[in-house]
């Protein structure tokens, strides 16, 4: 990825906010000092308690573009913020050097000239005493270490798949070496582990070789484990490595957003009984793991184009119920977002083996699966909260008097009976990050959907990433984090909008997020341009193209049309125009004067036309549940319907789902619709043209909303297409072929063009 915009715009932000130092620029007083140490517990259990360890830590400092620097320390916790700090050699204008450290997470700063500076390489931050600051964590540096050397995966054919890799391991700074017989490497698959017994061990040169042939395609890992004479062991290697027939990326990839308990029953024994007082469009509906795997399994998410899952929250959520937001209605937690428990899955979605089996299936399929990763808030009846209560926040509720949603973002509660989780607590930054590796690292989940990112304090992003890039991609092999920062679009051009851009960027980057829903997209197009007419098809194309410009390069941006959060695409044209502005008019409010299916063939076809765009462009759209073929439902719980087969949809149901089919299948085969630049072709109200290029892959999408189907003549130049190049629509099979730089074909009304050669 490039990440080159997001580094430098990092480094800036981080010289401009340095801060004061958690205590007055002297020396801490003992007790001062003391304080400290009792708010870190987090030291590593390997050091045996013996906090007298001291290990070499490397730094690296690079001054930023066009600044002169002389002198640059290093000082934190371990030292009592001593100032001057530990002096890092100057060499040839980079500073470097070790600090003796001893293990467990420590907050530090850098004295760059005088000035306490965070340290823009540092992978982790840490609140000391409400202050931000760079974080460390060090290992107990008696134990051995494992390091990749190289590693390297072939495939001939299906089912000759095969890794190589080499190993080497270091003895810890005490001397005692690595027993040699102790090096063993064990193939991890589909939750089954299976001893290398070729492994090769060369105590010479302090190296494990393994070479396993004759694999199937899927997801696999290679664990190597050692311990020294001593016993001590090394933090085990993990080699994760996927065998397939051509190499998967996010840029492009369809995403499918599931919500279990909504999508459909595959096993009834696993049902939570109806439960008194509740609404049973707020209640638990029998949707399991099981149900998911068999939709998986006889390919219905294949037919989509689907490369990833994104899975609701899984954890144990309470077994009562509770006040929903108008104070009047009860609700459970079928949606997952109130989790009771850190590293348990609830029994009513199927239970743990169950959606090991789920996960099992979908890399069968070549398909990734992302974790709904709530790191806002939890459940009052949550373990750490009953625990740990000093690690949460309890006060105001968003959107309250005094408790803006803006202003509070930080500390206020989404409702009184889920505390906020305080990320400035050193102890429980520790915890949640070990709770997301165990999660990565037990179910083999491929990534994580981090909630309500904006919420938390910005060192979430990154302690997590840290945290999970040590532990699982030695390989290369990225653990993807994609976030939920909730913003708006206002009406006025991509200047007065710079606050949505930059919100959504700031938690993006290779030390934080790889990518992010796209917020300002959704406000400006699908319910303006889609299911309204009160923008034509000239405004959807400026702001994808500014999609394309504003973000950080190499994020993975998500497009939709609608989520768990909005109401159903379909809904929203059936009653535009009966509201106010832009209001779509949809009667009543959650829980009575609902809306109703749809009667009018409208709606689909501009749900159809809506799907066609969002599956075109880059990115990595969203597929919500029931988009395929065009479910309804307004707000929330009404957005959350059964998911149904196939047999149980109407005519126009069924016609959107095969277009979307369609449309996704395109996506799927097509190089150019995946990762192709956005060029423009042709845009007004009622047309939009545009050319997807990767390289020497092209296709052109063409859409309208015109009443009457329309012919148009498509200069296709800046598409590199020559004249000659026969194209044919992935939809209607028609073709046309480019002649004197054009290309000649028809719109349907309402309907799109997929034309690729």
């Not at 954890?315 to 009771?340: C, E, I, K, Q």
Request: overall charge negative; glycine content about 10%; aromatic content about 8%.
């Amino acid at each position: 990825m490039n990440w080159l915009r997001s580094s430098l715009a990092l480094s800036s932000v981080l010289f401009a906010s340095a801060c004061s130092p958690p205590r007055p620029l002297t020396d801490a007083s003992p007790d001062t000092r003391d304080d400290r140490v009792a708010q870190d517990s987090s030291i590593d259990a390997a050091s045996d308690g013996a906090t007298s360890i001291r290990c070499p830590v490397p730094f690296v400092f690079r001054p930023p573009s066009g600044r002169t620097v002389t002198r640059v320390e290093v000082t934190g916790e371990w030292n009592g913020w001593a100032n001057p700090g530990v002096s890092l050699r100057n060499e040839g204008g980079v500073f470097r050097g070790d600090v003796s450290i001893p293990p467990g997470f420590h907050g530090y700063k850098l004295l760059v000239d005088g000035e306490w500076t965070l340290d823009p390489d540092a992978a982790r931050r840490k609140y000391v005493d409400g202050v931000e600051n760079s974080g460390v964590r060090v290992e107990d540096c008696r134990r051995p270490t494992l390091a990749r050397v190289s590693s390297a995966v072939e495939r001939a054919s299906a089912g000759q798949g095969r890794i190589r890799a080499v190993v080497r391991w270091t003895d810890g700074v005490d001397g005692v070496a690595v027993d040699p017989g102790s090096v063993r490497a064990t193939l991890r698959r589909d939750g089954a582990n299976t001893p290398i017994t070729t492994a090769m061990v060369d105590a010479g040169a302090r190296t494990v070789s393994v070479d396993v042939p004759s694999l199937a395609d899927g997801k696999y890992t290679v664990l190597v484990e050692a311990r020294d004479r001593s016993g001590r062991e090394a933090v085990p290697l993990r080699l994760v490595f996927w065998v397939e027939a051509e190499p998967f990326d996010w840029q492009g990839a369809t995403i499918y957003m599931a919500m279990i308990d909504r999508f459909a029953n595959g096993d009834r024994s696993n049902d939570a009984r109806p439960t008194s007082g509740v609404d049973p469009r707020a209640d638990y509906q029998g949707g399991d793991f099981q149900g998911l795997r068999a939709r998986i399994a006889d390919g219905t998410l294949d037919r989509l184009g689907v490369r990833a899952i994104w899975l609701a929250p899984v954890n144990r959520n309470p077994d009562g119920a509770f006040l929903a937001s108008n104070g009047r209605n009860r609700v459970m937690g079928y949606h997952g977002y109130w989790p009771t428990r850190a590293r348990e899955v609830d029994p009513r979605l199927g239970g743990a083996e169950a959606l090991r089996e789920l996960i099992a299936e979908a890399h069968r399929h070549g398909i990734r699966v992302l974790q709904d990763f709530v790191v806002n808030h939890v459940h009052r009846e949550h373990e750490y909260f009953r625990a740990h209560p000093e690690w949460f926040r309890t006060g105001c509720v968003c959107g309250t008097d005094g408790c803006d949603w803006t202003g509070r973002r930080l500390d206020c509660l989404f409702t009184e009976y889920l505390p906020d989780v305080n990320w400035s607590v050193a102890p429980l930054v520790e915890q949640l990050a070990d709770d997301a590796a165990f999660w990565i690292g037990d179910f083999d989940f491929d990534g994580l959907r981090v909630d309500a990112v904006k919420h938390v304090e910005d060192i979430a992003v990154y302690n997590l990433r840290a945290r999970l890039h040590e532990e699982f991609e030695a390989t290369g092999v990225r653990v993807f984090l994609t976030g939920e920062t909730a913003m708006g679009w206002g009406d006025c051009g991509v200047d007065c909008n710079r606050n949505e851009y930059d919100t959504i960027n700031r938690y993006m980057g290779p030390r934080a997020l790889d990518g992010q829903a796209d917020f300002v997209l959704y406000h400006a197009v699908p319910y303006r341009v889609f299911s309204s007419d009160a923008r034509g098809l000239i405004h959807a194309d400026y702001w994808t193209q500014q999609s394309q410009r504003q973000y950080v390069p190499g994020s993975v941006m998500t497009a939709y049309v609608g989520s768990h959060d909005t109401a159903r695409m379909v809904t929203l044209s059936t009653y535009r125009g009966q509201g106010p502005g832009l209001d779509p008019g949809i009667p009543g409010n959650q829980w009575d004067n609902v809306a109703q299916a749809p009667t009018s063939a409208d709606a689909y076809a501009r749900h159809r036309l809506a799907m066609s765009w969002v599956l075109t462009i880059p990115g990595a759209p969203l597929l919500y549940y029931g988009d395929e073929y065009g479910e309804w439902g307004g707000a929330d719980p009404n957005n959350r319907r059964m998911w149904r087969e196939p047999s149980m949809l109407s005519p126009d149901e069924t016609a959107t789902l095969a277009h979307v089919r369609a449309v996704g299948f395109a996506r799927r085969s097509l190089v150019a619709l995946q990762r192709g630049e956005y060029i423009s072709l042709a845009a007004t109200e009622e047309t939009l043209v545009f050319a997807r290029r990767a390289g020497t892959d092209v296709a052109i999408v063409a859409l309208s909303k015109a009443g009457a189907d329309r012919t148009v003549d498509i200069s296709v130049g800046a598409a590199g297409l020559r004249d000659g190049v026969v194209l044919r629509d992935r939809l209607s099979m028609a073709t046309a072929t480019v002649a004197s730089g054009s290309v000649r074909f028809t719109i349907p009304s309402w309907g799109a063009v997929i034309l690729a050669p």
